[in-house]
């Protein structure tokens, strides 16, 4: 296992979910890009903001429990 | 679109270049390593894209903050949008009548009343057919209860047991309140003593002169309960003439000098303990003729020592002032007991000087800021950088940079970390800026705002939908010159980021609320309709 191995698994998981799909590693679990629309919310001095939308990963493991 | 095992093999052989049964293994050495180390207890971190760790049985995973931030690429230079402003300007709309943000409930739909307005309104069928989709009616976050006002107490109580009262006129500062206020006045007074001189005198005149006034009053309780002790009613007279008291107290010692003196002795004993102990046994050693009067007046002064310990236990200023008052005299009376005297502490003297230090460190401090603000002395973080404008220092974007609409690019934006830097506070400036217009002149019976049509600049203060964030320009115009073909108002801005260099945010339409460009996005086509955000354009 080389350190470019690495770089490249990581960098084919980042462009995989930049581009909405799920990527399943065997035997360790899916990543899965998952989308947060614009909310609103409310600050601590009072002001509501609307913040930006967001994308997140969502890593579910293969073995569970 | 789910890229399993298999897949994933096949785009490790094509991006690394290795074999597959190489890329199997490696994948397969590195699933081993993961699990041993979480076995362990320990997390294992993949460069770039995160962490792994257990949580009993379960595996968890933190993404890397660069990987993070690079899926987010397409909202690169977003700023929170303040609401209150858009309010604001919606209120101006005489048919709307939305509550204010203080009485709406953030749990609800922000969006919910968009509904009902579109169907009071008198607008077109489709708006009331359609429901809004968006997430927006995910749970606000309150984080208000964080600022609940909070019931300032006392950081320790200083009644010293002797019960709470809350009469007001204890928290005032004064000789009646006895507690860590007195500390502060005496330090405020050390602080600037060398500072103020004669002022810090006066006002430890007045400050006796009230002390002694509360002492009027405990004596006066002594005097009535041991009537016939003429002896304290005498003293407590003389210290009634605040200005004369020594004269009177003079007088008074002369005609009892010994007894005078136990009293002072005895009252003000804490610096002067051992030199009354002295005084005591030359006294007792004088004459046992004065004995009887010393158990008078030591009556008498133990009488008064019912009330002093609870100066001394709460080291009251009045206490002190007490004592201070005690030496004194007791330094009038006793030329001897001089040497014993307590003498003034250095520290008001030395205090000044550490202020006139602590102020010149400021102003040296607040010079080098200046000069660095200014820009005459460099100094990073403090300096200004010079501004970069985005449209002419752009470079090219690399070529692999992806498209939102075209997922087949593979997009490496580590390699776009050569771009301008730039702060993400320019974006707002620049994306006026950097707007595109069409080139087409507005037609005369076109609204300001709206979704098909020519872009306005007078409507440049509105929101927009954005549907695009696009790596080159040449794809942003593509977009633009496709979707003004079929009639929409097409606004083409550009991000500077700092991470991925320029982005081209192709929007649809100029509306002069957020409500309205919320509208006017759920009848967007179905490609836009799943993801787009709305932003303003100013």
Redesign the interface.
């Known amino acids: ?29 899916t ?1 899965k ?1 998952v ?23 969502e ?1 579910t ?5 | ?5 298999s897949k ?1 093999v096949e ?2 052989v094509e ?2 270049g ?1 074999e597959k049964k190489k ?1 199997e293994s ?6 081993d ?3 041993a180390v979480i076995e362990e207890g320990d997390a294992y971190e ?5 962490v ?1 760790s257990g949580i009993g ?5 933190i ?1 890397a903050d660069d ?2 931030t ?4 397409k ?1 690169a230079g ?7 402003d ?2 604001s300007r919606e209120e101006k709309t005489p048919q709307e009548s939305e509550p204010s ?2 009485e ?1 409930d ?1 749990d609800e739909d ?1 969006f919910a009343g968009l509904l009902d307005d579109v169907a009071d309104a008198d607008e077109p069928g489709p708006h009331t057919s359609f429901e809004l989709d ?3 009616d ?1 749970e ?5 209860s ?2 609940e006002p909070r019931k300032e107490e006392a950081p320790f109580d200083l009644d010293d047991g002797k019960g709470s009262e809350t009469d007001p006129q204890e928290e005032k500062p004064g000789p009646d309140k006895w507690g860590i206020d007195t500390y502060k006045d005496d330090t405020a007074e050390n602080m600037f003593s060398g500072l103020l001189g004669k002022q810090e005198e006066s006002q430890q005149t007045e400050k006796e002169s009230v002390k002694e006034d509360h002492f009027n009053a405990l004596f006066e309780q002594e005097g009535e309960e041991g009537a016939g002790d003429s002896l304290l009613s005498e003293f407590t007279e003389a210290e009634d003439d605040s200005d004369d008291t020594e004269e009177a107290l003079r007088a008074e010692l002369e005609a009892r000098p010994d007894a005078e003196d136990e009293d002072d002795e005895e009252d003000f004993n804490d610096p002067f303990e051992t030199l009354a102990a002295e005084n005591n046994e030359d006294d007792e050693d004088d004459s046992f003729a004065d004995d009887a009067k010393l158990t008078s007046s030591q009556g008498k002064v133990e009488e008064e020592e019912e009330v002093i310990p609870v100066i001394k236990n709460l080291s009251s200023e009045g206490a002190k002032k007490k004592r201070k008052q005690g030496a004194e005299k007791a330094k009038a009376f006793e030329p001897k007991k001089d040497k014993t005297k307590v003498k003034t502490p250095p520290e008001p003297k030395s205090q000044p000087v550490m202020l006139w230090v602590l102020l010149i460190i400021l102003i040296l401090g607040g010079g080098t800021y200046a000069l660095g603000y200014f820009g005459i002395v460099n100094i990073p973080g403090v300096t200004p950088q010079p501004q970069m404008a985005s449209t002419n220092t752009q470079t090219t974007p690399p070529a692999t940079q ?1 498209e939102e609409t075209t ?1 087949q690019e ?3 934006p ?1 390699s776009q970390e050569d771009t301008p830097v730039e702060e993400p506070a320019q974006v707002q400036e620049q994306e006026p800026a950097s707007q595109v217009s069409t080139g087409g002149s507005v037609p005369a019976n076109q609204p300001a705002y709206g979704m098909t049509g020519v872009p306005v600049s007078a409507a440049n203060d509105g929101y927009t939908i954005v549907i695009y964030s696009l790596s080159r320009e040449s794809s942003a115009e593509s977009r633009r010159n496709e979707l003004s073909e079929e009639g929409y108002r097409v606004l083409v801005t550009t991000v500077p980021s700092q991470q991925y260099g320029t982005l081209w945010r192709v929007s649809l339409g100029q509306f002069r609320t ?1 409500r309205d460009a919320a509208l006017a996005a759920e009848e967007l086509e179905s490609p836009f309709f799943e ?1 787009y ?3 303003k354009i100013q």
């Open positions: 296992m080389t350190n470019e191995f690495l770089e490249t698994l990581g960098i084919v998981i980042r462009d995989q979910i930049i581009m909405k799909n799920s990527v399943e590693i065997k035997g360790l679990g990543f890009p989308h947060h629309n614009q909310k609103q919310e409310k600050r601590s001095d009072g002001t509501n903001v609307m913040m930006p939308p967001k994308d997140t990963i890593f493991a293969e073995n569970k429990g | 679109m789910h890229i399993d095992h994933l785009l490790l991006t690394s290795l890329v490696q994948l397969k050495e590195l699933l390593e993961i699990k993949v460069g770039g894209l995160g792994f049985n379960n595996v968890i995973f993404p990987l993070s690079e899926i987010n690429y909202y977003m700023e929170p949008i303040e609401m209150d858009a309010i943000p203080s709406t953030l922000p968006m997430d927006l995910e606000t976050e309150d984080h208000a964080d600022d992806a997922p593979q997009q490496t580590q957020m993801n955000f709305i932003t």
